[in-house]
């Protein structure tokens, strides 16, 4: 089956209708260094039997070892129910559809999802999806710099213990913007930001502060105090959250006195599988006072002519099709597909679910740390508590021993001696709901071979 | 599309107005032909006062249901008031733009007499009227 649709008599159809020769003449503005040409690199075609072979096989020779890495993404329980409602063709697309208001199945569900996350996050507004934790950061950061008019400055305090691929993804999207991002230390006795290292800077011109919430190394910051400080020196609090530790934790709308600003994260947890690293999608919440400089789409509920309920996308003037150069972001899409998934998830969950699914994670990372922290030279790196993953102190480098793990078919979790180095041997472990007792003392009996 | 432009005023090609006031500072606002062509306003971004700007700098937005647009400064000078009744009535621009629907007054010692003046400006409002094509208020929809 041809996938680009125009025949040659289409295409010469419409070359002449534009007056273009051939098609050359059409992309001759593109300066021929910037066209790839040939592609040497590429095998011949196979067909679809071939290529399902070749996949079976190759998935068949993949180890499906035991999970306790997290780091950013993680292995939760998915209700048989979400993926198969999410397949169905109705939803099966995974970009908001042109013509949207025509697809008001699709807007419902995108404003069921922005109702939850609204919920979850205790803020007013949520858009329909960035595309992923990371980027949807980078998009806070952006929005506080435009939002902040107490502000001067395209200066952002980021703190050391926030993941480091997300403030890598940041400085990559922001850098040329002017935007500076100011290195927060983390405490290293408790692992969480200190308000205490903020004195330095109080007085100081900044856009926003970014809030962790449980920070890289799985602990839990003092949000409260650190919101205060933000709001008190005219910073905006930009809360960088886990979806799934809103279920135990106090959510930002309600940090510190007034609530966090603006609310972003990963929405992976919610009904994603891991799936090598993608697709996910990020979230992206605001105060109702910021919604203006919110990139992304924004479903709203309406009624039409008859005065029937319909929902329709709003504040399109936000967007680059009106707003165009001084648009609040070149995003125009989300994604629909995984946002789909979680709405269902959060759906089929319920308050009570993801309440017990965030307790069974807490519960198990415990388990998990009591029992390898009773293996010699196996410590604790911190003292504070953690929601569902903990940085533990090895007498070998983690390298080493994240290989002798997977010898016995265990992903032993995430090495930070290539973030932090300065923290020595040190391994990040999680241990989500879908870990039982036998999988803990499985881990723990491997490590006490492998140190 | 007959739209009002009163003779006392002076005008940028951008569609403001500007009213100049005894105490030396002018005020400004867009006039009743950009208002028309944005339609319905639903929100309007002010700018702080004591900000200083010069001369076709942007430094407000008019948002309606179908379009946005800057406002842009028409001389140098600093922002000493601006219309606060704005943030909850955008609206007050389509009913009053001369009156009630201001935006902000300028601190400027910068000469009027270099905008335009109404017969000059009536003059680009007919001819927008009559080529609607890239007018502030019908951006071309892309995506």
Redesign the interface.
């Known amino acids: 089956m041809p996938f680009i649709p125009h025949t040659p008599a289409d295409v010469q159809a419409m070359l002449a209708a534009i007056g273009a020769p051939n098609l050359e003449a059409l992309f001759d503005e593109i300066p021929p260094v910037l066209r790839i040409g040939e592609l040497p690199a590429l095998p011949e075609a196979l067909n679809e039997w071939q290529v399902s072979r070749l996949l079976d096989t190759r998935a068949a020779a993949m180890p499906r070892p035991l999970c306790f890495l997290g780091a950013g993404a993680y292995e939760h329980h998915i209700p048989a129910a979400v993926w198969e409602i999410v397949g169905r063709g109705e939803f099966y697309s995974a970009y908001t559809p042109?013509q949207p208001e025509a697809s008001q199945g699709t807007l419902q569900v995108l404003y069921e999802y922005q109702s939850m996350m609204a919920g979850l996050t205790a803020m007013d507004v949520s858009n329909a999806s960035l595309y992923d934790g990371a980027s949807a950061l980078a998009e806070a950061v952006l929005m506080a710099v435009r939002a902040n008019?107490k502000s001067k400055s395209k200066r952002i305090l980021m703190p050391r213990a926030l993941h480091p691929l997300y403030r890598r993804t940041v400085h990559a999207i922001v850098h040329n913007q002017g935007i500076e991002l100011v290195e927060l230390p983390y405490d290293p006795v408790g692992g969480h930001t200190p308000v205490e290292a903020l004195a330095t800077y109080a007085g100081q011109d900044f856009a926003a502060l970014a809030i962790p919430q449980p920070n890289f190394f799985g602990t839990l910051e003092d949000v409260d105090a650190l919101t205060d400080w933000a709001h008190r020196q005219n910073l905006l609090a930009i809360a960088v959250v886990n979806p799934t530790a809103l279920a135990v934790l106090k959510p930002p709308g309600e940090w510190g006195g007034t609530g966090a600003d603006i609310v972003c994260g990963e929405g992976q947890p919610l009904g994603s599988p891991l799936s090598s690293g993608g697709p996910y999608f990020g979230f992206l919440c605001c105060r109702q006072e910021l919604v203006?400089q919110m990139p992304g789409r924004l479903v709203g509920r309406t009624v039409d002519l008859d005065g029937k309920p319909g929902f329709t996308l709003t504040l399109q003037?936000?967007e680059?099709?009106?707003?165009?150069s001084?648009a609040t972001s070149n995003i125009?899409t989300n994604q629909g597909l995984m946002v789909t998934a979680a709405t269902l998830y959060l759906a089929l969950l319920g308050p009570k679910g993801l309440e017990q699914v965030a307790a069974a994670c807490h519960a198990n990372t415990r388990a998990l740390v009591e029992r390898l922290t009773q293996i010699p030279g196996v410590s604790r790196a911190f003292n504070r508590p953690v929601f569902h993953e903990a940085v533990l102190k090895l007498p070998r480098p983690a390298g080493e021993v994240l290989d002798g793990l997977l010898a016995h078919g265990i992903l032993g979790g995430f090495d930070l001696s290539g973030d932090y180095p300065e923290l020595g041997h040190a391994l990040l472990v999680c241990a989500t709901e879908t870990r039982d007792e036998a999988d803990l003392q499985r881990y723990a009996e491997a490590l006490a071979e492998v140190v | 599309m007959s739209s009002i432009i009163p003779a006392e005023l002076r005008y940028t090609e951008s569609h403001e107005w500007v009213r100049a006031n005894d105490d030396g500072t002018v005020t400004v606002g867009i006039t009743d032909h950009a208002q028309h062509l944005l339609g319905d306003l639903v929100?309007v971004?002010i700018p702080?006062v004591g900000r200083t700007v010069t001369a076709a700098e942007s430094c407000a937005v008019v948002?309606?249901v179908?379009?946005?647009s800057?406002v842009y400064s028409p001389l140098d000078g600093a922002i000493v008031e601006v219309n606060e009744a704005l943030a909850d009535k955008p609206e007050l621009i389509n009913e009053d733009p001369y009156g009630e629907g201001w935006i902000f007054r300028l601190k400027t010692t910068a000469a009027l007499e270099g905008l335009l003046d109404a017969k000059a400006y009536e003059a680009i409002a007919i001819a927008e009227d009559e080529d609607d094509e890239g007018s502030l208020a019908n951006?071309k929809?892309?995506?």
């Not at chain 1, 680059?320 to 165009?324: A, D, L, P, V």
């Open positions: 042109y008019r203006r003037a936000r680059q099709h009106i707003r165009r001084k125009c | 929100f971004e702080e948002e309606s179908k379009a946005a800057d951006p929809l892309a995506d």
